[in-house]
């Protein structure tokens, strides 16, 4: 069993190895509403926007907390909370519009004109997904099954809806919830996160994973 865990996770390691965390990334938002004043905070970091188009370089790659504070009459307003995962040697392209912050491609550094789609990257592959889900079929108890998902986390990112069908494959509400605390940081739509509270049968786990994300580092 170890054999088999340590072999997968080298694999999902070595095609996904160019997002591990450093600080080595940019980040590029686009503002859809040129006449608001903004500010953007990444972690401790707070960066003021001019203009429409707000360009961050030399920032550490995977998850980032983030919220965007919007200026009216000299006060200050949060139109935005959430986090977002940045690749490594890359600039991930956002933008904001109306209260929502998506990512809508990575831009890799020193190929020109070449944009990868988000669907494509960071996200792990269809193909990839399907074979982890095959392998924790595989194994017969809960337990294994967990050890298998949680290797995964820490070289792969995945979309909430992603680490939803992930939880079905457990028996027990205590191992989704335990799942789902780990994954929160690895998914590239924090925002969507509710998807996979949904996915808690009872309403206990569903406050714990709630209390557990509000009680990460302020952003």
Do not use: C, W
């Not at 980040?27 to 961050?56: H, P, S, W």
């Not at 600039?91 to 070449?114: H, K, R, W």
């Not at 996200?123 to 050890?147: A, T």
Request: glycine share 4%; charged share 20%.
């Amino acid at each position: 069993m170890r054999t088999r865990l340590q072999f997968l996770a080298l694999f999902l390691f070595l095609v996904q190895m160019g997002f591990s965390q450093s600080k080595i990334a940019s980040l590029q938002v686009e503002f859809q509403q040129t006449r608001a004043n903004y500010a953007i905070q990444l972690g401790n970091e707070t960066f003021n926007v001019k203009g429409d188009v707000l360009i961050i370089d030399e920032l550490n790659s995977g998850f980032n907390p983030v919220e965007i504070y919007e200026f009216r009459k000299n006060r200050k307003f949060l139109v935005y909370r959430g986090g977002i995962n940045l690749a490594r040697k890359a600039t991930t392209l956002a933008f904001f519009s109306n209260g929502d912050f998506e990512v809508f491609g990575i831009e890799p550094y020193f190929i020109d004109d070449e944009v990868i789609v988000v669907d494509e990257a960071p996200v792990i592959s269809n193909e990839m997904f399907q074979q982890l889900k095959n392998s924790v079929e595989n194994d017969s108890f809960d337990s294994s099954r967990l050890e298998l998902l949680e290797s995964t986390l820490r070289t792969n990112f995945f979309t909430s809806h992603q680490i939803k069908e992930l939880m079905s494959l457990l028996s027990f509400d205590s191992g989704r919830l335990q799942f789902a605390k780990s994954a929160y940081k690895s998914v590239v739509d924090p925002e969507n996160y509710f998807v996979v509270r949904d996915a808690l049968q009872f309403s206990s786990s569903k406050s714990a994973l709630t209390k557990y994300i509000d009680s990460l580092p302020a952003y």
